[in-house]
């Protein structure tokens, strides 16, 4: 069973490009999760979807921001007209849920660079 | 979601038992505590969770106060390898998200 994969591992982006990051939950997965990490700093919590339904996505910045998790196919973080401030880590996550264990399953995240 | 403190950074020996507290004074009566593990590059790792007492699996174990209001990761004789940073979550439940503090980077030395 595979784990979490993200894609590209690495991006560089050009001020004003546009980065598009990819996650692939795991098998049987249908919660995703995306969270973007600073240097030296802890995870934040950007969105939350379920299969076709934004959820929760009370950390993602209102501007330049979007995700979306179609029925077919992997979620998309959507980065428009990059800024040197969004150089960072970018983890995606998705989840089993069971009665009275919840566990998050991390990807080895995708490392934006903006130059 | 509960709000925890946890050490910035701790130090230790190989083969030593490492023990990483948590508080989480406001912890509710519904809350899990959860520890994941980050290594350099990596996203985080689940290792433990718990509610009350003690728990224990092949990677650590985690102590819980009849109060609740900390808990207590130990990771039996470290390794080079157990260098990472380590998050003490509260509060998980069905569709919640994550809430990440600083963590605690645990350094072992040889």
């Known amino acids: 069973n595979a784990g979490v994969m993200q894609n590209p591992r690495h991006l560089v982006r050009r001020r004003g490009q546009e980065a598009r990051l990819r996650c692939s939950p795991m098998?049987?997965?249908?919660?995703v999760y995306w969270y973007r990490q600073l240097p030296e700093e802890g995870l934040k919590f950007m969105v939350y979807?379920?299969?076709?339904?934004?959820?929760?996505e009370s950390g993602m910045p209102k501007e330049r921001f979007s995700a979306e998790f179609p029925k077919e196919g992997p979620s998309i973080l959507r980065i428009q007209q990059v800024v040197r401030g969004d150089s960072a880590a970018y983890f995606c996550?998705?989840?089993?849920?069971?009665?009275?264990?919840?566990?998050?399953?991390f990807g080895p995240g995708t490392r934006l660079t903006v130059t | 979601l509960a709000k925890t403190t946890q050490p910035i950074s701790m130090d230790s020996y190989e083969g030593q038992e490492v023990n990483i507290t948590c508080s989480h004074n406001?912890?509710?009566?519904?809350?899990?505590i959860t520890w994941y593990q980050q290594f350099p590059s990596q996203g985080p790792r689940f290792i433990i969770q718990?509610?009350?007492t003690k728990v224990t699996n092949e990677v650590a174990s985690l102590f819980i106060p009849a109060d609740r209001k900390s808990s207590t990761l130990s990771l039996p004789r470290v390794s080079l390898s157990d260098t990472a940073v380590y998050y003490c979550?509260?509060?998980?439940?069905?569709?919640?998200?994550?809430?990440f503090g600083k963590g605690t980077r645990l350094h072992i030395l040889p």
């Open positions: 406001n912890i509710a009566t519904n809350d899990y």
């Open positions: 996550a998705s989840s089993y849920v069971q009665d009275s264990f919840y566990e998050q399953y």
């Open positions: 718990g509610y009350k």
């Open positions: 098998k049987g997965h249908s919660h």
């Open positions: 979550l509260v509060g998980l439940n069905r569709d919640d998200k994550i809430i």
């Open positions: 979807l379920q299969k076709e339904n934004i959820i929760d």
